[in-house]
């Protein structure tokens, strides 16, 4: 099985800058064929961030390109978002998700992929 946990989430004002992190412990060999960031706001629904494949193949969504980096450290098994020039509309609660098993997710893409883990989130508000 998979655990997820996400930490680095805060307040900081419009035009600061976060970085979350999501550690991962796995059963499986080898790492996950995608890993990604959601967010979901209060009343909305659950929107895309980013996603990286396997091979390091990077996808954003419209609203953070630019601003968001997504990143993977193999060797401590831990997932990146450093999110610059944040802005109020980026308040949300933030989620990391993992499809296991490698190496590719059905349909072949991480941004379509459905993902089976799920952490439990963390807070991020940006006041302006």
């Known amino acids: 099985q998979v655990q997820l946990a996400e930490s680095g989430g805060g307040s900081v004002q419009a035009g600061g800058s976060l970085r979350l992190s999501c550690a991962t412990v796995?059963?499986?060999?080898?790492?996950?064929?995608?890993m990604g960031w959601y967010r979901q706001a209060p009343g909305k629904e659950r929107e895309d961030v980013a996603t990286i494949a396997n091979d390091g193949f990077t996808a954003y969504g419209e609203p953070v390109k630019g601003r968001f980096t997504i990143s993977k450290d193999n060797t401590e098994n831990t997932l990146y978002l450093q999110m610059n020039s944040l802005k109020p509309e980026d308040t949300a609660m933030y989620f990391c998700?993992?499809?296991?098993?490698?190496?590719?997710?059905?349909?072949?893409?991480?941004?379509?992929?459905?993902?089976?883990?799920w952490g439990q989130g963390t807070q991020v508000t940006v006041s302006s």
């Open positions: 796995s059963g499986y060999t080898g790492s996950s064929a995608c």
């Open positions: 998700a993992a499809f296991f098993p490698p190496p590719t997710p059905p349909g072949g893409s991480c941004w379509t992929s459905p993902y089976n883990y």
